[in-house]
């Protein structure tokens, strides 16, 4: 019988002669025992979100596999959430120096979000693939992920060379764009300062990621537990309590983004299960580090991935600054259904990460049923929770704008669009999942082709031309924003489902793995893989 799943529990072979083997670096003969030997009904794979059942061994159900996807999420889901605490937290507190100071630093962050956060979330998708892949791999070394980790930690600063550049000279670009002069000059100085904390936000980023292509879940969260007030506590007194005013607002996040990266990377240090993982194997040496072919496979992978995450969010942007066009009214209620929204999105987002990784580490220990059933267990949660937080929101939708406001004009609008909001939840968690799953098979740009066509194609002038033609206000850009999600949800979910060939993915992913084999043979490859 196989051991009750448990996130931190190890559960590669039951046989401790088995696992012994597994974690010295005898990569071939315990996984193939796990991946191809009828008889080894008992054995188990660790994985990032959990133990992982190979397929040949008694499989799960769909409904268990749906649970087990639950629990790996829930963590995720609330590191997520601490996360976009800093940035809200930051922006309340600096509103309380006035109304200026409130929208320069609320404008700072959409720009951050949209441009340098960007970066980081959508370029560190790379490691939902070629990560968790290498780790449940029966042929490449683990220290592996650590090769990837490091290469994400470079790339992604080289990519974040232009965001610099915009951040340094935003004010001449805002000028352009018709914004008004103060506004432009202090968003400038807000960015200039929060280009100190930009490389600890990657670094903190890739390091979470490659943590949790390992199965170490609650280690970036218990760290966020901690920094988020001390982002808070930073935030109130260099604003409110030196000269620094609103520009103690960016100082503390970048303060609070480096602390989190150190505070993480010493207890991965000391944590016990990653040293038993054996996936670090020491800084690369730089012709490996930089070789062409692995990073180029990053690069290819990076790249739709930041499409596919900020072509969502600048969407968005742009409905909330076409919403600034109709009015105070209506802008007022695009703030409280854009906070509710990106509150509700770490669901689908965490339920996506899981699935990633669980697709991801099926696909890298080359049991393509696993994926299979790992991709469509993800749909089946964000559809039942998606639904769920439809219903509550229905349900509350006359009273739910009190928790913001008590202007009864905004309470009303906020009732009026609030069942269009509500209607797109469970299209929005099987874009969520959907998405994760493409992230795992390494087909990120599937997701950001349908992001692209669905928001800016579709959606956006749909959405502009019901608002401003047919005027129907906040209601009409929204139904644009419900048209796009479930444009992508069923996109996304109809590629999972139909259009798969997950004996084909394997293939892939095994590929991509004999491309960093190649690049770590000897004397390098056999060095790092006994250093594990």
Known sequence: MSKAPNETT?????????????????RASPAATLIDDPESSSSTTETATGPFEPTPAKSPSLLAETGATFLSSAPVILAYALQNSIQTASVLIVGRLGQD?????AFSMMLAMVTGWCVA???????????????????????????????????LHVLLIPVIFLWVFSAPVLRLLGQEEQLCVDVQRFLRVLIVGAPGYICFESLKKYLQCQGILQLSTIILVFTSPINIGLNYVLVHYTALGFLG???AISITYWISFFALA?????????????????????GTLLAWRPCWEFVKLAIPGIIMVGTEWWAFEIVAIAAG?????????????????????????????????RVGNAIGAEDAKSASRAGHAAALLSVILGALIMTIMIATKDVFGYLFSDEVDVVRLVSVVMPLVASFQIADGLAGSCGGTLRGQGRQHLGAIFNIVAYYVIALP????????????????????VVALY????????????WTNWEGEVDRGRMRAAIEDAVRKVPVGVSLGASA
Request: aromatic share 8%.
């Open 325 to 357: 066009r109709l009015g105070s009214l209506p802008l007022a209620a695009q703030s409280v259904i854009m906070t509710t929204d990106q509150v509700l999105n770490t669901i689908p987002f965490g339920i996506g990460v899981a699935a990633s990784q």
């Open 249 to 251: 607002s960016p100082l």
């Open 101 to 105: 100071e409130l929208s320069a630093a």
């Open 462 to 481: 749909l959405g502009i031309f019901l608002a401003f033609k047919r005027s129907q206000g906040l209601y009409g850009l929204w139904v644009g924003q």
């Open 121 to 155: 979330l959508g370029g560190t998708t790379a490691l939902d693939t070629l990560g968790s892949a290498s780790f449940t791999s029966p042929t490449t070394p683990r220290t592996a992920v650590s090769a990837h980790l490091q290469r994400c930690i470079v790339i």
């Open 266 to 286: 010493f207890c991965s240090a000391f944590s016990p299960q990653h040293k038993a993982n054996g996936t670090w194997g020491g800084l690369l040496p730089i």
């Open 487 to 498: 444009l992508v949800g069923a996109s996304e979910y109809a590629v999972v489902w139909l």
């Open 10 to 26: 190890h559960l590669l072979a039951e046989n401790p002669a088995d696992q012994d083997r597994y974690f010295s670096g005898d």
